[in-house]
Nanobody, 123 residues
């Protein structure tokens, strides 16, 4: 069983920055990829970024446009999402996920999910 705990969500003004963290615990042996997703009210969950735990390869959603960076500290089993130039449309619950078997931004590819952390961006 894998547990994921996200932290770092907050309310910021447009143009601001946030860094989200996701701490993983439990058996991570088959969890080769970790990812961030987000879901705004009334919208589908969408992939923000994913990273290979061993390869370090990264994939970002098209809307990121160079504003966000996913990184990891494997020794601490933690993945981060640095978010710069935040805009009101980035307002959403942000979720960490793992258990995927390839570098994917499709939520159905991931088996384990955290509870989420809220990001609110005001104009």
């Amino acid at each position: 069983q894998v547990q994921l705990v996200e932290t770092g969500g907050a309310s910021v003004q447009a143009g601001g920055t946030l860094k989200l963290s996701c701490a993983a615990s439990g058996y991570l042996g088959s969890s080769n990829f970790m990812a961030w997703f987000r879901q705004a009210p009334g919208k589908e969950r969408e992939g923000v970024a994913t990273i290979g735990r061993r390869s370090g390869n990264r994939l970002y959603g098209d809307f990121v446009k160079g504003r966000f960076t996913i990184s990891q500290d494997n020794a601490a089993n933690t993945v981060y999402l640095q978010m710069n130039s935040l805009q009101p449309e980035d307002t959403a619950m942000y979720y960490c996920a793992t258990g995927g078997t390839w570098l994917s931004l499709r939520p159905e590819e991931y088996a384990y999910w955290g509870q989420g952390t809220q990001v609110t961006v005001s104009s």
